[in-house]
């Protein structure tokens, strides 16, 4: 700990000298004046609008012109190794789950949530953001550090709040675009909105996108639509109807084998090659949202926000395995309907007052057809659950003066499997200077147990615990932002700390029965920091660095006695080790330089640095060899470019080279065991290498 928070004083004399640098090119006689950063306006962090330096804690903002400007394909792919943040999946291809991970917390540490409703799967507490078409965004806000003040649970790391676009008043929107690219890879989009009648307006999009994939197996189908319709009556009243819908097909090809792999067949049917370890597994997704929302501001001490949602996600899921053919279908369903909002208060001058509540009302399906070795169903069981929580929540703000601010809140928690939870937050804001902030705050996080780990039916390999208590622990940071030079630069620095307890984790008991359990703690500490230099000579350049120290406790086991004989019971030691937490980089880097003509073109250089990631095989299996084996999976650099260029007002014809260098890279690990030679081998997800697309579309 002393080593990061040494770095982090260190680099504070940094901001005192952008301080001054301000100060000397200031107006004379004049004050510095607030910059443009520093009264960006963020919603999340306090779920009522309030500018960057009267939130305490660190925030990533980025609007429609960024996201056009990346050149990514994708969320993860946008906010990948923005300052603490680290963008995870299983390799890359068409259909593959993507993870937005915080600072070294888990996926399910991490809210996702579009305008303001939990997209995160309530069976796995995950959010795969790689679902979430980019078109539709108009702007993006990731706030850091505990959030379950405000949005309960899941929000342990941070919340990543995706706000769709809305019409303008001012003009019609309709875009139109097509676009082709390597392994077969085609997208359709289209996007229209403008207010029809008086004050209601829509805005509405569609996509289409299909990829045969870089490897077998990895293809994906997807379409979507989404429809956003706001009635804006006055300051007093603002209603807004969101929905949108998902249908989307892919492949599950697991790891790839080992070099030399043969092509192996039951029946007559192909199971794997020496690209895929599955050919046959696939999943559907169909995926639906509703949002009726309502707020405004009657009174200039009186603000109030409301809303209620309806969501439903099925997941099919194919699997067949290679060592017999046997397998099964499964289809899981999370139904949720939920209320929530709140009114703000001003009693008076820099006094702010929250208080809302929460309800949300979870439905859960898993129904599951086994299927005999020449893949035919031979029975099927169903399980169900319905669980629900209530929140109630407040918190004070107070300004006394321009130069400080401080933050006292607390939320109850009420849980239908578990109870409740007390989980109070602190922030103080220090602002010597209108463009400085020092942000400090402290707050105590929490986790819920997800459906799936409560309740999974009992199989020859898995089943639920209907007895895990919540994941709890506490998140502190202190951060450092700093605009100058008439909004040229605007830098920001991070300390950080968190910890977890009842770490809740699958693993196998001593029938090899692998069924969730509450382990003991994992924490991290770290420094982020970021800048952004800019434009100048028609040149931005923005720079991002997380250094990141994270462990967890997990149970190695070990065998007392190797003499067993098969199928009898085994005898294991449990042994509390700690370590260097799994897939968790030490280091994440990412710098962007942006040139931007005067004659339409836009274009944009990323390169990316992950650091080597650990993975233990300690969880996976209780035959006799179970000792901790150690992989690491290599530090890797990637470079992307983005071209734009604008023609007659209207055309714009884009081109997209992801991994220009066609670097080798690994994602994750699994376990393959070739039918052939019975040889079970540890195998690596493989990242994408070269992609190119291109695009071209029109704006009437």
Not at 259 to 282: M, Q, V
Not at 373 to 392: E, I
Not at 555 to 577: E, H, I, K, L, N
Not at 605 to 622: G, K, M, Q, W
Request: overall charge negative.
């Amino acid at each position: 700990m002393k080593r990061f928070f040494l770095l982090f004083l260190a680099a504070v004399p940094i901001f005192f000298v952008l301080q001054s640098v301000a100060a000397a090119n200031a107006p004379t006689g004049h004050s510095t004046g607030e910059t443009l950063q520093m009264e960006e306006v963020v919603v999340t962090a306090t779920k009522i609008p309030e500018k960057r330096k009267d939130i305490p804690n660190a925030v990533i903002i980025l609007d429609e012109e960024d996201i056009r400007k990346s050149g990514a394909k994708s969320i993860g792919q946008l906010l990948a190794n923005e300052p603490g943040i680290d963008w995870r999946s299983y390799g890359n291809f068409g259909g593959a789950a993507q993870e937005i991970q915080i600072r070294g917390m888990r996926g399910n540490g991490t809210q996702v949530l579009v305008n303001g409703v939990n997209v995160n799967s309530p069976s796995l507490g995950l959010a795969d953001v790689g679902k979430i078409p980019l078109n539709n965004i108009e702007r993006i806000e990731v706030i850091k550090g505990s959030g379950s003040l405000l949005y309960g649970s899941g929000a342990m790391g941070g919340v990543v709040n995706i706000i769709t676009k809305r019409p303008d008043r001012d003009k019609m929107d309709l875009k139109i675009g097509a676009g082709y690219g390597s392994q077969d890879t085609y997208r359709l989009w289209a996007e229209q909105g403008m207010f029809v009648a008086g004050n209601l307006g829509y805005y509405l999009t569609a996509n289409r996108a299909e990829t045969n994939g870089f490897r077998s197996n990895s293809d994906l189908r997807q379409n979507d639509v989404s429809l956003k319709m706001v009635l804006e009556q006055s300051e007093a009243i603002d209603i807004s109807l969101y929905g949108d819908y998902l249908d989307r097909t892919y492949g599950m090809p697991g790891v790839k084998p080992p070099r030399g792999t043969a092509d192996y067949y039951i029946g007559g049917k192909k199971f794997y090659d020496n690209e895929a370890a599955s050919l046959l597994d696939y999943s559907e997704d169909q995926d639906g949202h509703v949002v009726l929302e309502i707020k405004g501001k009657p009174r200039h001490w009186l603000g109030y926000q409301g809303k209620g949602y309806y969501t439903h996600m099925e997941n099919y899921n194919y699997n067949r395995y290679a060592f017999d053919g046997s397998g099964n279908k499964n289809w899981i369903t999370n139904e949720v309907k939920g209320a929530d909002g709140h009114v703000d208060l001003h009693p008076f001058d820099g006094a702010t007052l929250l208080l809302g509540g929460e309800y949300r009302d979870l439905r859960w399906g898993n129904k599951t057809h086994a299927l005999d070795s020449s893949g035919a169903r031979s029975g099927k069981t169903a399980t169900h659950a319905h669980l629900f929580t209530r929140g109630f929540f407040s918190e004070a703000q107070y300004r006394p003066s321009d130069y400080w601010k401080v933050f006292a809140g607390i939320r109850r928690e009420e849980h239908s499997a578990f109870g409740s939870e007390n989980l109070p937050f602190f922030g103080l804001i220090v602002n010597p200077w209108p463009n400085t902030a020092l942000k400090i705050n402290h707050g105590k996080h929490f986790l819920a147990p997800t459906p799936n780990d409560l309740y999974w039916p009992e199989d020859p390999y898995t089943k639920g615990n209907p007895d895990l208590k919540p994941e709890t622990g506490w998140h502190s940071d202190i951060t450092l932002e700093q605009s100058s030079l008439n909004d040229k630069i605007f830098a920001t620095l991070s300390y950080f700390h968190w910890d977890v307890n009842d770490k809740i984790q699958w693993e196998p008991d001593s029938q090899g029965i692998f069924s969730p359990v509450n382990l003991a703690d994992y924490k991290a500490q770290g420094v982020e920091a970021g800048i952004k230099i800019g434009p100048c000579y028609n040149l931005t350049l923005g720079l991002s660095y997380t250094w990141l120290d994270a462990d967890e406790k997990n149970r190695a086991y070990t065998r007392q006695d190797y003499g067993w004989p098969p199928f009898s019971p085994p005898d294991f030691q449990y042994v509390m080790v700690k370590r260097r937490a799994a897939y968790t980089p030490e280091v994440l880097f990412k710098g962007d330089l942006t040139y931007q003509s005067d004659f339409g073109l836009t274009a944009t250089a990323t390169i990316r640095h992950v650091s080597d990631r650990l993975v233990y095989r300690t969880e996976t299996t209780v035959y006799p060899d179970t000792r901790t084996v150690i992989y690491t999976l290599d530090s890797y650099w990637t470079m992307d470019l983005k071209a734009e260029q604008r023609f007659h007002g209207r055309y714009v014809f884009s081109l997209a080279v992801t991994n220009l260098a066609n670097v080798d890279y690994d994602t994750h690990m699994g376990s393959f065991t070739d039918q052939n030679t019975w040889e079970t081998s540890w195998c690596r997800y493989p990242g994408m290498g070269r992609s190119v697309f291109a695009g071209l579309s029109y704006e009437f």
